[in-house]
């Protein structure tokens, strides 16, 4: 059984819309796009920890990022 590893899960997301370039708002208008609510607001929860994505959005993420990630 895997374990779930938030602060990666965080660190990875911020380090992979960095990489691209891409402000929280474009990431958030990439999940809207998707068919997800989202806003700024809640990739910053989401980058600081607070709040934890369901398998659906980070998924999502993942595929606004331009990739796939392995959970540990």
């Known amino acids: 059984m895997s374990t779930f590893d938030a602060m990666a899960?965080?660190?990875e997301i911020r380090r992979a819309r960095r990489a691209l370039d891409m402000?929280?708002?474009e990431l958030a208008d990439k999940l809207v796009e998707a068919g997800f609510k989202s806003s700024q607001a809640q990739i910053a929860s989401y980058e600081n920890?607070?709040?934890k994505p369901s398998l659906d959005k980070l998924d999502a993420?993942?595929?606004a990022l331009?990739?796939?990630w392995?959970?540990?």
């Open 9 to 11: 899960l965080r660190q």
């Open 23 to 25: 402000t929280q708002q």
């Open 49 to 51: 920890g607070s709040v």
């Open 61 to 63: 993420i993942a595929s």
């Open 66 to 68: 331009g990739g796939e």
């Open 70 to 72: 392995k959970l540990k």
